[in-house]
């Protein structure tokens, strides 16, 4: 079964990272097939970030996005450009709901989360944002397993980050709100490392 | 936007690609305000690089062509030498000038064609995220050095006079109203002037040289790390170590190159 | 003399990057805490603060954001 | 993660080059940043120095490749790695690499081009440029990998092949390719050509076997007085340009060294071509939704195949010109404005309706763009 | 020596170059020696200034490029010129000039390579790196003269050329052709096609009319507010390399202006081919031997022909299409290792036999050499 | 031919394309001298560039490489970094030193890599035929400039030094004994040692610059021109202006660049 | 009629300018085709030079030497060299006799000329003796009539050496000697521009 | 000390530059007026001329045609 999970916000708001550990999460900890892909360049500066994972129990041949499954939206015009390539009959929508308040017509779903309150207020860190998104995709999808993220964010997040990115990833578990959720089950962080521009 | 920026910029090509805080976009206020002082925006012709720095003219609404990385200034040179009137500014970065493009820059010095050439002092390869740059001090970390540079950067400034420069400088995205007053200088000069600009590059150097992305400290940092001549007489030594010099380094007469192919037209042997 | 300069941020440009906040030196700037549309976190003037009009914030801007408006006096 | 030495690692392409790079026994990188394909220089500069080799990062891209040069005639093999523009800048170089038959490995990620073009978007435009780029007459080989995991494995056959056929090697990835990150297997038993010095008595640098090729490959300072010269030269290395002779038999030996062995280097993927009535014939990225699209064209029940190229040059004649001659129809997917269909056209002959598939602007077709063709083919495609 | 205003004079095909450059109006040129291409700098130093243009003598044929380029749109026509290491340096700055659609001549006196290969000797190995020598896709314009009267003809033509298509055009000359004094006839009535800047109003520097073409060409500092950009672009000049269609209609339209205008630039010499049966398609100094055997050949009652291309990019394909289908052999003869010869393969389809004939080491053909193909040809082919 | 030349020549590469009279042969022999003082031969890697100096190296039989025009230093960058060891030494000319390759002069000169660059200064191209160099003097009539060179020379000692090299001298060809000296202390000065030899080139710059074609009466002019530290002491200033300093004229100590390598990969952080 | 027509001898003899003031004479005064070809770069430096002149009646299409009929031969190792390509039947051979001491066997008519000799004896200037040697050319061969090739010297060599060139031209033409000449008619000299070198 | 010092000059290799001659101090070296197989002017030593064995003849000529035979005593 392929997936097709897209990631998209501002430069600067861990949008690859958050990527990066769904991938690694999928792949080298469920030993799925993955292929994460981002833009890069003087369009993700400042602007918009997106990074996209394809999930798969087979060979991963083309390896974009054509119609995402599920979209966490980090900004408004994140959600704006990219809810027109949703799967409208089985897709899903995470919103960062500090950022995000306009839900335009006709989306599938829609999951919110105050990821960048919760991470600036609780975690005084804005940058784990990303991380709460994570959690509660986690917990909206079972794309991933939530013990298979908390893995790879521990495997992948520099150490000193680690606990504040897994605190921040449990947040972003228990806080996500939406239709027809389970009960929560169980917390992480680290400083995104942006793509590096274009030339 | 202030009204500089309204009547100077190309709106159709907003907003700049620059990081927030990033001090290309300081110097490049000064720029159009030493433009507007001289009145001299339909005499311009601008080149930029390739490198976040060299985007800077692409927002000027005047005629600017944006090459190759590394040839802002032979394309700048062809330019001057059809039609000498023209005050043809060139934007560069570290990288642009006197990485790649290292040795368009000593000859165009030794020539003293009459450019000026603002180079942005980074520290790094900002565009292609943050690789070591031929400024990198010693020792830094970048993308490139993840076990400290082992190289130790150029002097551009004495690189730029030692080839032959006849107006050399030295500001930081710090210092505005120097830059302001240099550009006007540098402009005005009749031969081939450079200013190198030690800007904050948040982004790329900030994360991997300083370890921090704040723009506002990393810009008291440079300031703190420069030193004007005038302070320098007055600084123990002790403070005085492994601080830059600021301020105008160089300045000389020397025949300009356009001047002297004018003259074989004219038919003057020389 | 309070007054007599207005300073205009123009969100569309503004990237809250925090020079004019750091370089004012009469602390006039403040972070409004409100988010642009490009997600930044842009300055407004504290009104209870004396703006010189020495531009100083104008000049430092990367992004050309700020207008002092008011003649200085 | 590991059996029999293998691990696997969710990576992007160009990291799996530097890893396939120093597996190869790469132990020398000189390079310059550029968009897509800085990762392999910052990489190799983190890799390099614990296992004993050497990161220099140049002042631009011609010196990077002769950099590479000199470090592999000092004895280390040798990679750089770069993009469009300075891929360009290295066109001289890599000439003279090939006139001095110096191994070396060139890794070109490309992107959109000409000129700054597309810095941050995939392309294949530059596949002629790596056979035709340089001035004067040679033989390069390339390898066109498709997947992170290929960009690994042949990585490390771009090495051996430049070992054993002393030639510059480039490896065609693209900004696709090098920035996807996906599961590879790496490490395990992997076979490396190393270099063999050649023995010293009445040795001849230039003195080619029946194959054209030179045994092994000296190193300075290890007694053998080597002349590595750049013009044109005789078996010793001296300079014999004014020769008309000699350089004539040079030339025609650095590219029959290749094009007679090509057999050797020939390398494909046949997928479902044996019933084949269409064919598409695909490399690097480009492949990856051709074979989807083949996949799904089979479900539909279409005699549907694809040949996929893992060296374009040189270029596979004799294979296509063979499957020209059973399949009806050839179809070309590339990144490009239809460069690689120009030799699929010549090697089919005319024995084959050759397609052209061409994209610009860096989009990667869709599945269903091929499968549209190849339907397209099955239902147009009754005249031979 | 003159009537009309021509003069006749005895000089080498490199001087006539010059000369046909200042005749069409080339002002400006920069360069950097290089053997056998520096007859063409060392003139151009001693005449452009009289006529009020500017030599510049650069530090590196990359900076030359780069400043015709900049002299390019400061209003001068303007002009370089190189040979195979040089060229090899200059093709990201030809790209670039392809990208912003900058007029100027590249002249490349070709001599053998690759690398310093054969400093001082001719060769027609170069030509596939005029159209693949850079990165992306492009198309530029090649034209070949044969002798010096071409060597001036055809730089006048190729300024013309960069003027109407805004492409850089190569003159591919030759050692042969670039240092034989021969008959040079000059001046007089020449067509040449100046420079017209485009109306202000309204003005977008890349919004091209039907035929793909960008109206006059603008010069800095005229009020134009150009944005002259490397990366791609839409019409106003604005980057959009980031934007897939925009890029991909932009590198179409460099593409198609020249290749779907390939009947206004082909430029072909017909001898004798009503009736041939054996055509030889030749270019350069090669054709020089080629139409002597093709004279001889008749003399003995063969029906032999020739095709001279006087422009080799575009290639002419359908004119060689249309001779396929008429001759029944097509030889090929040329100063390398075999390189137009696909070209012609490709474009007879199979129609005719298409022979090779190269040579390699820098001798020129001789006669009776490409005479014995023919008549080979001759004996040998009853199979269509 | 004397016993030096018959120990180091590698003799099926004879003759040498050297012009009558050419300096360079003079260099070379100088240089065989010094490599045999140090007995070093078997240490020896040597690098050309192309012009006729960098044919020099060529006739040396030791392990040679003769590169492309102006890329002999990152060439001889890339064969010191595989083994330190080597002693490189790079031939190379004005035009392709400081010409075409200016930026990878000084480039390895910032670097400090343990290179001696040997530059035959001639002040003009030879191998091509005559035209202008970027050391030609100002005014100088060559293939190019016939008109007059309207542009200034490089100090290339200058460059040198302001780019970072730690070791600089210059010589003539008329200083044999001298250059046996500072190639001595050049090959074994632990970073970027750059010697300057101003040569005569009697039939390129002979023909076009002096206008005649005497070896020696060109040799005997250029050692009229130069002037040593100790003879430009008890020179009066009018004599003294217009001539070129000879001898050592920069001499320092920094970190090596290969040097600095094998720290990263014995595992040091910098 | 084709006649193909070579100059040799060592660099620096002024082999090139012979050649060129032979095709000018040919060719610009006499309105005759002309190809001229030189050998150039290092190998025409001290060592061997030479210069190809051929000239016709038609337009020249192959414009290389295959057999010459006329060798000028300023050294021993030129003509060693150049004797073979040398039209038997029909050739002839000028030598400077200073210069030149073995004649190979099996060579068409020589004739003799000391134009070195003359040169430096009588002209004080060595460089000279290749308008000796053209004098020489005129004589032996009406492949160019000597009228045109004192005008061509005088246009085409620097004023203030047109007499001496003119004179020496003269000087070869009366001293030549060898089989079946007829009596001699009329004399001149410049610095040869060599040919620049290689790469 | 007259004939204790050999000046041998290999013809194969000088081209007549002439640089010895104008180097040697003692004006030992003479044009021969003989021409080489090459066409040069090959000096010789002039035995009237009293050679100091300085060897400054060998070390400027170019073609390292020159070999000063003899010990210095
Ligand atoms: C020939 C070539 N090589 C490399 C690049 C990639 N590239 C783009 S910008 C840049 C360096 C930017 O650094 P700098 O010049 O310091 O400018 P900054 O971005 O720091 O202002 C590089 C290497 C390129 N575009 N072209
Ligand atoms: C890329 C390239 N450009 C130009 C040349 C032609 N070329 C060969 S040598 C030379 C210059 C020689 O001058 P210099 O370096 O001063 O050496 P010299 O001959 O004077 O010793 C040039 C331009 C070349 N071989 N390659
Ligand atoms: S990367 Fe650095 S220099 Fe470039 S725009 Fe960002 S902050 Fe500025
Ligand atoms: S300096 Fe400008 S961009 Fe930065 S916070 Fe202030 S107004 Fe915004
Ligand atoms: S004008 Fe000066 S005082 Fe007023 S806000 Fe700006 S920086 Fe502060
Ligand atoms: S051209 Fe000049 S530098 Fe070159 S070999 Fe001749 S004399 Fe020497
Ligand atoms: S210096 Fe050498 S080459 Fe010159 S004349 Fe004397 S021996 Fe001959
Ligand atoms: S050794 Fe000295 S004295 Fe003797 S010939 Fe040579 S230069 Fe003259
Ligand atoms: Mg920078
Ligand atoms: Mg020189």
């Known amino acids: 079964m392929r997936k097709e999970v897209r990631v998209a916000g501002f430069g600067g708001q861990g949008v690859i990272l958050a990527g990066v550990i769904l991938a690694q999460a999928s792949g080298a900890i469920e030993g799925r097939e993955v292929a994460q892909t981002q833009s890069y360049g003087p369009e993700a500066r400042g602007g918009a970030a997106r990074c996209d994972v394809v999930i798969s129990d087979k060979r991963i041949l083309y390896p974009k996005v054509r119609q995402a499954d599920l979209l966490l939206a980090m900004s408004q015009p994140a959600l704006a450009k990219y809810a027109v390539d949703l799967d409208a009959a089985k897709g899903k929508v995470v919103i960062d709901s500090t950022l995000v308040n306009e839900l335009p017509d006709g989306l599938p779903p829609v999951y919110r989360v105050p990821a960048t309150k919760i991470a600036e207020e609780e975690f005084k860190n804005r940058i784990v944002a990303n991380m709460v998104m994570l959690g509660a995709l986690a917990r909206v999808d079972d794309v991933v397993a939530y013990d298979s993220l908390k893995r790879a964010v521990a495997e992948n997040v520099a150490p000193k980050f680690r606990d504040l990115n897994l605190a921040a990833l449990d947040r972003g578990y228990q806080a996500v709100e939406g239709p027809g959720l389970r009960p929560a089950a169980g917390a992480n962080d680290a400083p995104g490392a942006p793509a590096s521009g274009g030339r | 936007m202030n009204e500089i920026a309204e009547k100077y910029l190309r709106q159709e090509a907003l907003p700049m690609i620059f990081c927030p805080g990033c001090g290309d976009g300081t110097v490049l206020g000064a720029f159009l305000r030493a433009v507007d002082e001289l009145k001299i925006g339909d005499q311009l012709a601008l080149v930029g690089g390739i490198g976040c720095s060299g985007w800077m003219p692409v927002y000027v609404n005047v005629d600017t ?18 039609r000498p009137d023209r005050k043809v500014v060139v934007f560069t970065g570290d990288g642009d000038a006197i990485g790649i493009g290292g040795n368009h820059f000593i000859h165009a010095a030794r020539r003293n064609v009459d450019l000026t050439v603002i180079m942005i002092n980074n520290a790094i390869y900002g565009m292609t995220g943050g690789q070591a740059a031929p400024t990198t001090p010693s020792g830094a970390t970048t993308q490139t050095t993840p076990y400290g540079n082992p190289e130790d950067p150029f002097d551009a400034c004495k690189l730029a006079e030692a080839a032959g ?36 590059c948040p982004v790329q150097a900030g994360r991997y040289i300083k370890g921090g992305l704040d723009a506002p400290e990393f810009l008291a940092d440079i300031r703190k790390s420069v030193v004007t001549e005038a302070q320098a007489a007055t600084m123990p030594p002790e403070e005085l170590a492994g601080r830059t010099r600021i301020g105008l ?22 | 003399m309070r007054g007599t300069f207005k300073i205009v941020i123009d969100a569309k440009w503004c990237k809250g990057c925090g020079l004019c906040l750091a370089e004012c030196p009469k602390d006039v700037l403040q972070w409004s805490g409100a988010r642009s549309a490009k997600g930044y976190n842009v300055p407004v003037q504290d009104e209870t603060k004396v703006c010189t009009g020495c531009r100083l914030c104008e000049l430092i801007c990367p992004d050309q954001a700020i207008r002092v408006e008011g003649e200085r006096q | 993660m590991s059996e029999d030495g293998r691990k696997v690692r969710i990576i992007q392409g160009n990291e799996a080059s530097v890893e396939g790079a120093i597996a190869a026994g790469c132990r020398f990188f000189a390079g310059y940043p550029i968009t897509p394909a800085s990762e392999i220089a910052e990489l190799m500069s983190r890799r390099l120095p614990p296992v004993g080799g050497t990161f220099l990062q140049m002042e631009d891209e011609i010196a990077s490749i002769n950099a590479v040069i000199g470090a592999s005639w000092g004895g280390a093999k040798a990679c750089t790695a770069s993009s469009g523009p300075g891929i360009s800048l290295m066109q001289e170089g890599v000439g003279y690499a090939a006139e001095t038959e110096t191994p070396c490995v060139v890794i070109n990620v490309m992107r959109g081009g000409p000129a700054t073009g597309q810095p941050t978007i995939s392309s294949q435009q530059d596949i002629y440029q790596a056979r035709y780029g340089g001035h004067g007459d040679y033989e390069i080989i390339a390898l066109v990998p498709s997947s992170a995991q290929e960009a690994y494995d042949l990585t490390i056959k771009a090495f051996n092949l430049a070992e054993e056929f002393r030639v ?13 990150r996906e599961r590879v297997v790496m490490g395990g038993p ?46 010793r290395g001296i300079r014999a340009g004014d020769d008309v002779n000699k350089s004539a038999a040079l030339v025609q030996r650095l590219n029959d060294k290749v094009r007679k062995n090509i057999d050797r280097i020939t390398d494909v993927e046949r997928v479902d071509l044996d019933d084949a009535e269409v064919a598409v014939v695909c490399f690097g990225s480009t492949a990856r939704p051709a074979l989807e699209a083949v996949q799904s064209a089979r479900e539909k029940g279409v005699k549907a195949g694809a040949l996929r190229l893992r060296v374009i040059w040189p270029f596979p004649e004799k294979v296509v010109a063979e499957l020209a001659g059973r399949a009806r129809t050839l179809i070309v997917p590339e990144m490009n404005i239809g460069k690689l269909v120009l030799e699929v056209r010549r090697s089919a002959g005319g024995r084959a309706e050759v397609i052209s598939l061409p994209r610009l602007g860096g989009a990667l077709h869709t599945p269903e763009e091929v499968e549209g063709a190849i339907m397209d083919a099955v239902k147009g495609g009754n005249a031979r």
Chains 1, 7 share one sequence.
């Not at chain 2, 990385?69 to 059809?82: F, M």
């Not at chain 2, 380094?249 to 020389?270: C, D, F, V």
């Open chain 4, 190 to 235: 992997i076979e490396v050509r190393e270099r063999v010095a050649p023995p010293k008595e009445g040795y001849r640098p230039y003195a080619a076997g029946p194959d054209g090729l030179l045994p092994g490959m000296p190193a300075f300072n290890d007694g053998y007085r080597l002349l590595v010269e750049g013009q044109h030269h005789d078996e």
């Open chain 4, 168 to 180: 510059p090697v480039y490896l065609l990835s693209d900004e696709i390719v090098g920035h996807t």
């Open chain 2, 249 to 270: 380094l160089h300045r000389s007469e020397r025949p300009e190159l356009t001047q002297r192919l004018a003259a074989l037209n004219r038919g003057e042997k020389r």
């Open chain 2, 65 to 82: 062509i944006h090459t190759l990385h590394g040839r802002a200034i032979p394309v700048a040179v062809g330019l001057k030498a059809t």
């Open chain 2, 165 to 200: 420069a006849t107006y050399v400088a030295r500001w930081t995205a710090g210092h505005p109203r120097q830059l302001i007053k240099a550009f006007k200088e540098a402009i005005q000069h009749p031969g081939f002037a450079f200013i190198e600009v030690m800007t904050q």
